[in-house]
């Protein structure tokens, strides 16, 4: 990490003279990144064909967009869908270790640029950057010049997990009389951030207040960050309208179900190349992730417990045939470990000193807080090994070991490249759509968080159809009265659970 660390400064110095600014890791890695940006495309119809209908009427001209999501390959499509709407876009990656440096150099020189002469977007983001660094880059994507070269914020933001809108928000209360960036910090994120904060105050006074204004909304993309917007709008601290992209059925049930179906077991082979047949998995959480974890390792031929604090979901479990019962019941019998809970302490240090020797331990949640590493580091008893990049053993006093992937952070986007294109088409076209929501009913919408109309649900299911050579049974005239539907009315009622 280090290495790479210098090696990005290096990189950085050499780019202070280019138009186009950026900050990557190997901007030599473009033709590649290419070339799987390329791939990807076939197996993004969503995002294609929306960019079909919307390249000529542009409902993004010129609209300045901030992106915090992981620099993948799909998110490089993602970005030049927004682009080819007219968007002028900053991206920041929403996770240290999730950046694919081959996309992220890619975006940068874009299809008519070279790595000499990029002229893609703006992005800053790399594998294994540090706290500090991901925090600066994150402050970096909100950060656009006008053309007087004058700071100016987004107008939009996509957000995941809802760390720039965190930003937006701590720095518009600081400028607004907020001593919060004054108080003693919880943890190292939380200095950082306040370190981010008062270095732009220094620089400008108005900054957050100026970006408030001009900031029509943001669009979230995940479970964790979906929950900070609602205790934000509870707490009356919500000041921008925001879309709940996460709880679109064609996001949370597609992509945190199918998508971490096959990237959670991705993330652990390329991390161990350990054979999952034969072995007993532990799924914390059987939620929409959960349940697409347990079922990858029981199809893998794992037996699987899990474990669930909400008695719908611990019922769920059971009638799946899974074994449930609490973590600490399971220490004697686990060989992999997988948190997917969006919540923290759910694998603590006394439950690590307890398990088998050479038990994998993962998380698939949003962010580090479900496994205590912090406690893990600290303890002197414990010795780390580091066997590659993103997969540590951690040796205990009486000898067994522990193999801890991606330092606790999502294991499938460290330790892999995340989901799929194809599941990712359907997450990203809501997040496409959500976007024009926000900016075409900017005069209409208030602070709140909204959800996208279900009739358009249906059309980023429809889009998707082809693909998978599906086609639709039609309704008959007598059907949609029998049901009383009406036309152009969504098949199901909002309380219709899927
Ligand atoms: P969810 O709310 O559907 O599921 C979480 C489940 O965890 C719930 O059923 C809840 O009851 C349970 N839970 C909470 N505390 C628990 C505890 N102490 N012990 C056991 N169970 C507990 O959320 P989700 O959509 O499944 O998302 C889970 C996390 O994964 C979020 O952080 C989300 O942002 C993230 N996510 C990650 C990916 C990925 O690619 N890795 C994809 C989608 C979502
Ligand atoms: N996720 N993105 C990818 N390949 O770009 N894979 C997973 C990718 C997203 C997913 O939508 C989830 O909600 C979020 O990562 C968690 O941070």
């Known amino acids: 990490m280090k290495k790479q660390t210098k090696q990005t400064k290096q990189t950085k110095q050499k780019q202070t003279k280019q138009k186009l600014p950026h900050r990557v890791a190997d901007i030599s890695l473009a033709q590649l990144g290419r070339k799987e940006i390329q791939a990807a495309e076939k197996e993004m119809p969503g995002l294609m064909k929306i960019r079909d209908q919307h390249k000529k009427n542009k409902p993004l001209r010129n609209v300045r967009i901030s992106g915090s999501l992981h620099m993948t390959?799909?998110?490089?499509v993602l970005i030049e869908t927004l682009s080819v709407l007219g968007a002028k876009l900053r991206w920041a990656s929403c996770n240290i270790y999730s950046t694919q440096d081959e996309a992220a150099a890619a975006v940068v020189?874009?299809?008519?640029?070279?790595?000499?002469?990029?002229?893609g977007v703006s992005v800053f983001a790399w594998k294994g950057e540090t706290i500090r660094e991901y925090w600066s880059q994150t402050l970096e994507a909100l950060s656009f010049l006008d053309a007087k070269g004058k700071l100016e914020g987004p107008e939009l933001i996509v957000d995941d997990g809802g760390d720039a809108?965190?930003?937006?928000?701590?720095?518009?209360?600081?400028?607004?009389?907020s001593s919060w960036v004054k108080t003693t910090s919880q943890s190292e994120e939380e200095k950082e951030i306040k370190r981010v904060l008062l270095q732009r105050y220094k620089e400008d006074k108005g900054f957050w207040t100026r970006t408030m204004k001009q900031l029509k909304g943001v669009s979230e993309e995940t479970t964790t960050g979906v929950q900070r917007l609602y205790q934000m709008e509870k707490e009356k601290k919500l000041y921008i309208p925001a879309v709940n992209v996460n709880d679109s059925v064609t996001k949370s049930k597609f992509d945190n179900y199918y998508g971490c179906k096959e990237s959670v077991v991705d993330g652990i082979k390329r991390a161990t190349d350990t054979m999952i047949a034969g072995k007993t998995a532990v799924v914390c959480g059987f939620g929409d992730v959960g349940k697409g974890c347990a079922k990858a390792f029981r199809s893998q031929g794992a037996r699987v417990i899990v474990s669930e604090v909400d008695p719908i979901c611990a019922l769920q479990a059971a009638m799946e045939g899974y074994s449930v019962r609490p973590v600490e019941k399971a220490l004697s019998e686990g060989d992999i470990y997988v948190t997917t809970t969006g919540n923290c302490d759910i694998i603590t240090l006394a439950h690590m000193k307890k398990m088998k020797d050479q038990a994998i331990v993962c998380n698939m949640g949003h962010f580090d807080t479900e496994i205590q590493?912090?406690?893990l580091d600290k303890d002197p008893s414990v010795v780390k090994?580091?066997?590659?990049?993103?997969?540590?053993?951690?040796?205990?006093?009486?000898g067994h070991a522990i193999i801890l992937l991606a330092s606790g952070r999502l294991a499938n986007l460290g330790c892999a490249t995340g989901h799929s294109s194809f599941v990712m088409s359907m997450s990203f076209s809501n997040q496409v759509i959500a976007q024009i929501y926000l900016w075409e009913k900017q005069k209409k919408l208030s602070p709140t968080v909204y959800l996208l109309p279900k009739l358009l649900d249906e059309e980023i299911a429809r889009?998707?159809?082809e693909h998978?050579?599906?086609?639709?049974?039609?309704l008959s005239k007598k059907q949609r009265d029998y049901l009383g539907l009406k036309q152009n009315h969504?098949?199901?009622?909002d309380r219709y659970r899927y």
């Open 468 to 474: 998978v050579h599906a086609s639709l049974t039609v």
């Open 165 to 177: 809108t965190l930003l937006v928000h701590k720095g518009y209360e600081l400028e607004q009389g």
């Open 463 to 465: 889009l998707h159809l």
């Open 490 to 493: 969504p098949f199901k009622p």
């Open 385 to 398: 090994e580091p066997i590659k990049a993103q997969v540590d053993r951690y040796v205990f006093k009486d």
């Open 73 to 76: 390959v799909q998110t490089a």
């Open 373 to 375: 590493v912090d406690a």
């Open 109 to 119: 020189v874009g299809q008519k640029g070279s790595s000499k002469d990029p002229r």
